[in-house]
Nanobody, 127 residues
Framework: QVQLVESGGGSVQAGGSLRLSCEVS???????MGWFRQALGQEREGVAD???????RYANSVKGRFTISKDSAKNILYLEMNALKPEDTAMYYC??????????????????????WGRGTQVTVSS
Protein backbone atom coordinates (compact mmCIF):
# COMPACT_ATOMS: atom_id res chain seq x y z
CA GLN A 1 0.00 0.00 0.00
CA VAL A 2 1.52 3.28 -1.14
CA GLN A 3 1.00 6.22 1.17
CA LEU A 4 1.86 9.84 0.42
CA VAL A 5 2.01 12.84 2.72
CA GLU A 6 2.61 16.33 1.34
CA SER A 7 4.02 19.27 3.25
CA GLY A 8 5.64 22.65 2.64
CA GLY A 9 2.71 24.68 1.39
CA GLY A 10 2.00 28.17 2.64
CA SER A 11 1.26 31.77 1.74
CA VAL A 12 3.84 33.84 -0.12
CA GLN A 13 3.95 37.02 -2.15
CA ALA A 14 4.40 36.97 -5.88
CA GLY A 15 8.01 36.33 -6.79
CA GLY A 16 8.59 34.22 -3.71
CA SER A 17 9.60 30.59 -3.39
CA LEU A 18 8.38 27.45 -1.69
CA ARG A 19 9.58 23.86 -1.59
CA LEU A 20 6.97 21.15 -1.36
CA SER A 21 7.80 17.70 -0.05
CA CYS A 22 5.97 14.42 -0.44
CA GLU A 23 6.97 11.54 1.81
CA VAL A 24 6.26 8.29 0.02
CA SER A 25 6.05 4.89 1.66
CA UNK A 26 5.36 1.46 0.24
CA UNK A 27 6.52 2.18 -3.29
CA UNK A 28 9.00 0.34 -5.47
CA UNK A 29 11.77 1.72 -7.60
CA UNK A 30 9.60 1.12 -10.69
CA UNK A 31 7.23 3.92 -9.82
CA UNK A 32 6.65 7.20 -11.54
CA MET A 33 5.67 10.17 -9.39
CA GLY A 34 4.21 13.55 -10.07
CA TRP A 35 2.88 16.80 -8.71
CA PHE A 36 -0.59 18.03 -9.56
CA ARG A 37 -2.59 21.07 -8.56
CA GLN A 38 -6.20 22.03 -8.35
CA ALA A 39 -7.37 25.61 -8.09
CA LEU A 40 -10.79 26.45 -6.74
CA GLY A 41 -13.42 25.49 -9.30
CA GLN A 42 -10.86 24.05 -11.70
CA GLU A 43 -9.89 20.55 -12.74
CA ARG A 44 -6.81 18.89 -11.29
CA GLU A 45 -3.88 19.39 -13.64
CA GLY A 46 -0.41 17.96 -13.93
CA VAL A 47 2.44 20.23 -12.94
CA ALA A 48 5.56 18.06 -13.16
CA ASP A 49 6.44 14.40 -13.13
CA UNK A 50 9.47 12.17 -12.81
CA UNK A 51 9.96 8.67 -14.13
CA UNK A 52 11.71 5.89 -12.25
CA UNK A 53 14.86 6.62 -14.25
CA UNK A 54 14.76 10.31 -13.34
CA UNK A 55 13.39 11.73 -16.59
CA UNK A 56 11.24 14.78 -15.89
CA ARG A 57 8.41 16.64 -17.61
CA TYR A 58 6.85 20.00 -16.81
CA ALA A 59 3.69 21.84 -17.67
CA ASN A 60 4.46 24.81 -19.93
CA SER A 61 3.10 27.17 -17.30
CA VAL A 62 5.83 26.21 -14.80
CA LYS A 63 8.83 25.47 -17.02
CA GLY A 64 11.88 27.37 -15.87
CA ARG A 65 10.32 28.16 -12.48
CA PHE A 66 9.57 24.76 -10.90
CA THR A 67 11.90 21.81 -10.41
CA ILE A 68 10.83 18.29 -9.52
CA SER A 69 13.28 15.94 -7.88
CA LYS A 70 13.36 12.91 -5.65
CA ASP A 71 15.57 11.54 -2.93
CA SER A 72 15.28 7.79 -3.36
CA ALA A 73 17.24 7.10 -0.17
CA LYS A 74 14.77 9.12 1.92
CA ASN A 75 11.70 8.27 -0.20
CA ILE A 76 10.82 11.94 -0.65
CA LEU A 77 9.55 13.72 -3.73
CA TYR A 78 10.18 17.46 -3.97
CA LEU A 79 8.83 20.39 -5.93
CA GLU A 80 10.96 23.51 -5.79
CA MET A 81 8.84 26.48 -6.83
CA ASN A 82 10.44 29.83 -7.66
CA ALA A 83 9.13 33.10 -9.10
CA LEU A 84 5.66 32.19 -7.87
CA LYS A 85 2.67 33.91 -9.45
CA PRO A 86 -0.88 34.44 -8.15
CA GLU A 87 -2.08 31.95 -10.78
CA ASP A 88 0.00 29.25 -9.05
CA THR A 89 -2.45 29.41 -6.13
CA ALA A 90 -3.95 25.94 -5.69
CA MET A 91 -4.00 22.80 -3.61
CA TYR A 92 -0.96 20.76 -4.60
CA TYR A 93 -1.03 16.98 -4.58
CA CYS A 94 1.54 14.29 -5.22
CA UNK A 95 0.57 11.10 -6.96
CA UNK A 96 2.11 7.84 -8.11
CA UNK A 97 1.59 5.23 -10.77
CA UNK A 98 3.03 1.70 -10.56
CA UNK A 99 4.96 2.03 -13.79
CA UNK A 100 8.54 3.01 -14.55
CA UNK A 101 7.31 5.69 -16.92
CA UNK A 102 4.27 7.86 -16.20
CA UNK A 103 1.27 7.51 -18.49
CA UNK A 104 1.12 10.88 -20.19
CA UNK A 105 -1.57 12.71 -22.09
CA UNK A 106 -0.38 15.66 -24.16
CA UNK A 107 3.10 15.17 -22.74
CA UNK A 108 2.28 15.22 -19.03
CA UNK A 109 1.33 12.65 -16.38
CA UNK A 110 -2.46 12.57 -16.41
CA UNK A 111 -4.48 12.44 -13.20
CA UNK A 112 -6.68 9.62 -14.54
CA UNK A 113 -3.71 7.25 -14.30
CA UNK A 114 -2.68 8.15 -10.76
CA UNK A 115 -3.15 5.17 -8.47
CA UNK A 116 -2.27 6.81 -5.16
CA TRP A 117 -2.84 10.37 -3.96
CA GLY A 118 -1.75 12.39 -0.98
CA ARG A 119 -4.17 14.73 0.80
CA GLY A 120 -2.60 17.86 -0.59
CA THR A 121 -0.94 21.02 0.67
CA GLN A 122 -2.26 24.52 -0.01
CA VAL A 123 -0.17 27.12 -1.83
CA THR A 124 -1.42 30.69 -1.87
CA VAL A 125 0.40 33.42 -3.79
CA SER A 126 -0.66 37.02 -3.27
CA SER A 127 0.05 39.89 -5.65
Amino acid sequence: QVQLVESGGGSVQAGGSLRLSCEVSGYTRSTCMGWFRQALGQEREGVADIDADGATRYANSVKGRFTISKDSAKNILYLEMNALKPEDTAMYYCGTESAPSCTRVRGLFHSAYVENWGRGTQVTVSS
